[in-house]
T-cell receptor, first 113, second 112 residues
Framework: KAGVTQTPRYLIKTRGQQVTLSCSPI?????VSWYQQTPGQGLQFLFE???????NKGNFPGRFSGRQFSNSRSEMNVSTLELGDSALYLC????????????FGAGTRLSVL | GENVEQHPSTLSVQEGDSAVIKCTYS??????FPWYKQELGKGPQLIID?????GEKKDQRIAVTLNKTAKHFSLHITETQPEDSAVYFC???????????FGTGTRLLVSP
């Protein structure tokens, strides 16, 4: 069974640009959560999607958004990039909403110059 | 909301020694506590978890204990091996928002 797949693995952008990251959950999993990981702040919850609806949101500005498709694949978008958005963005999937066990992908490393 | 504190931030042990990482949480209603291991260049991998209706859980060399009264839980690794070297994160499920809140991580270094 394939794990959580995140693409691309690495991205370099400049300030002011926007970026879209993709996540394919484990087959059969319907819930996708996104996290930002930085050395200073650790793992911070961004949002969770289930059945194409955002169910939960962390304390991030509106520049961070996401969506989920009918096949459970998810994308997150960051607009007007800032230097502080440089981080590892992790996607985690679980079998359903509120299901405890989450499986993480390898992440997308975003560098903003 | 939930807040999770984790100690120590770094831990160095000799191969064969035991390692203990401790976490405290703030929300007494939290009921799920996973531990993740993150190796360089990889995403966090679930290694063990515990729910609030049990006090201890073991899986080979790894064990987790939970003290609900004191609101703390610990990861115990026995007979450590160099391949145990990684960053370990504890987490608690925020019952209000149903999301995982992570500790700040412990970098474990096991020297041969």
């Amino acid at each position: 069974k394939a794990g959580v797949t995140q693409t691309p693995r690495y991205l370099i952008k400049t300030r002011g640009q926007q970026v879209t990251l993709s996540c394919s959950p484990i087959s059969g999993h319907r819930s996708v959560s996104w996290y930002q990981q930085t050395p200073g702040q650790g793992l911070q919850f961004l949002f969770e999607y289930f059945s194409e609806t955002q169910r939960n949101k962390g304390n991030f500005p509106g520049r961070f958004s996401g969506r989920q498709f009918s096949n459970s694949r998810s994308e997150m978008n960051v607009s007007t990039l800032e230097l502080g958005d440089s981080a590892l963005y992790l996607c985690a999937s679980s079998s359903g909403l509120g299901q405890d066990i989450q499986y993480f992908g390898a992440g997308t490393r975003l560098s903003v110059l | 909301g939930e807040n999770v504190e984790q100690h120590p931030s770094t831990l160095s042990v000799q191969e064969g020694d035991s390692a203990v990482i401790k976490c405290t949480y703030s929300d007494s209603a939290s009921n799920y506590f996973p531990w993740y291991k993150q190796e360089l260049g990889k995403g966090p991998q679930l290694i063990i978890d515990i729910r609030s209706n049990v006090g201890e859980k073991k899986d080979q060399r790894i064990a987790v204990t939970l003290n609900k009264t004191a609101k703390h839980f610990s990861l115990h690794i026995t007979e450590t091996q160099p391949e145990d070297s990684a960053v370990y994160f504890c987490a608690a499920r925020d019952t209000g928002f149903q999301k995982l809140v992570f500790g700040t991580g412990t970098r474990l270094l096991v020297s041969p």
